[in-house]
């Protein structure tokens, strides 16, 4: 319990504000000291220096109670305004979906995992605490979704990643109404989750939308949120933002590999600020992740590793060349590690792997990896040698009891 003046009680709720927990580290600290400068507060320097704060592991503290009066955010959910009265009592059958609120939406860590592309651009965007929409475009498999994942699990910050379909729609976003033991419960849809909890909003693969996704350009003003069923407004917390990925544009796919996206519309992409282009990890970066892959997995393999990669190499720079219509990307490297560690075979691994793909297309980069690794053959070969011995060993035994 502390006696703290009403600027340290400013700072302090701005602080918390930012940090969106009961607790905060060091790091957090450093991380306010610039958005501290932007709310014209004082840094506070006071909650570590003069013990105000119980201290719960190495450099991470609790933020105190004031003046005998908890900091913790209130939850007004089942308040019920006065000139809201009689409205809830003549619709006994409406109630308010219960929220989980300590419950924490911050993605796991990925022990492996290897930041590449503009994966330290996201994250200052993140750290600035500023409500800043981010649309990051890029060919499939190639880490656009994890790596937002993974600057929020590093941060510690919520996220709500909603994958995005041609059937999602307002109801799926911003809430509807359910009938749950005969009553009618309405239920926060994942938009006013992450607004309400200063968290991120992530809009995966939101070129498959359809012009239903338009009721969120409020929330990508960043501003206050009509429910129109409820007539509730729900204002964004601070810390709250949107990220979108997509495999295009918002333009559609003119070459049909992404079939299922669409147009999206004009004023909907103009919310987002910037764009993001992320490409696939450099030679050296994938060489890096794939072995670091292998390593968890037990079957590390350098040599096979680097084969892998400069194969994919090669395959993507005859794509871009327009000399092949399929690619490997590095999520299809991490499935042929996987097979690789299941059965200990390399062209067993790339093959079932490759499989998905046209039976010309797969023949030709099995046969491409075959002439990158002399420890590999093909296994079409393989079976046709084993057939021919066979028959001509048959052959010979045929021969062998033939009287003439």
């Known amino acids: 319990m502390s006696n703290l003046s009403e600027k340290q009680i400013e700072s302090m709720n701005a602080f918390r504000s930012f940090v969106g927990s009961d607790s905060f580290t060091r790091a957090d600290y450093s991380d306010f000291k ?3 400068k932007e709310l014209d507060v004082i840094l506070p320097r006071f909650l570590i220096r003069n013990n105000v704060c119980e201290k719960i592991n190495r450099g991470e503290y609790r933020f105190p109670t004031v003046n005998g009066t908890s900091t913790e955010t209130v939850d007004t959910s089942n308040m019920v305004s006065p000139e809201k009265t009689e409205e809830v009592s003549l619709a006994t059958n409406v109630i308010e979906f219960p929220k989980n609120v300590t419950e924490s939406y911050v993605p796991a860590k990925v022990s492996n995992y290897v930041k590449f592309g503009h994966y330290n651009d996201v994250k200052t965007i993140k750290k600035s605490g500023q409500f800043y929409p981010v649309f990051i475009t890029g060919l499939s498999g190639n880490g656009k979704t994890m790596m937002i994942e ?3 699990a590093d941060l510690k910050k919520e996220l709500f990643r909603v994958n995005i379909t041609i059937e999602t729609d307002e109801d799926d976003l911003i809430g509807h109404y359910a009938l749950i033991d005969g009553k009618t419960v309405w239920q926060d849809g994942p938009v006013v989750m992450a607004m309400e909890r200063g968290a991120t909003l992530l809009l995966d693969e939101v070129d498959l939308a359809s012009n239903k996704i338009m009721c969120l350009q409020p929330v990508l003003e960043g501003n206050p949120l009509l429910i129109k069923k409820e007539g509730r407004i729900v204002r964004p917390k601070a810390g709250f933002s949107v990220m979108a990925t997509a495999n295009t544009k918002g ?4 070459d049909g590999r992404f079939i299922g996206t669409n147009i999206l519309n004009e004023a909907f992409l103009e919310r987002f600020p910037i764009t993001v282009e992320q490409e696939y990890p450099s030679v050296s970066v994938e060489r890096k992740i794939i072995n670091k892959l292998m390593f968890s997995l037990g079957c590390l393999d350098e040599e096979f590793s680097g ?5 994919a190499d090669l395959i993507r720079k005859t794509f871009y060349d327009g000399g092949c219509d399929e690619i490997i990307a590095t999520r299809r490297l991490v499935h042929i590690v996987h097979a690789f560690s299941i059965f200990k075979d390399r062209m067993k691994a790339i093959a079932m792997c490759v499989a998905r793909f046209d039976d010309q297309t797969k023949e030709t980069f099995m046969d ?5 690794d002399e420890k590999v053959s093909m296994p079409s070969d393989e079976t046709e040698e084993g057939e021919d011995s066979e028959s001509t060993e048959k052959e010979e035994e045929e021969e062998d009891f033939k009287p003439w």
Request: glycine share 4%; aromatic share 10%.
């Open 34 to 36: 610039s958005r501290a």
């Open 150 to 152: 993974q600057v929020h």
């Open 251 to 254: 333009k559609g796919s003119e």
């Open 307 to 311: 084969k892998l990669v400069d194969w």
């Open 368 to 372: 491409l990896y075959s002439k990158l």
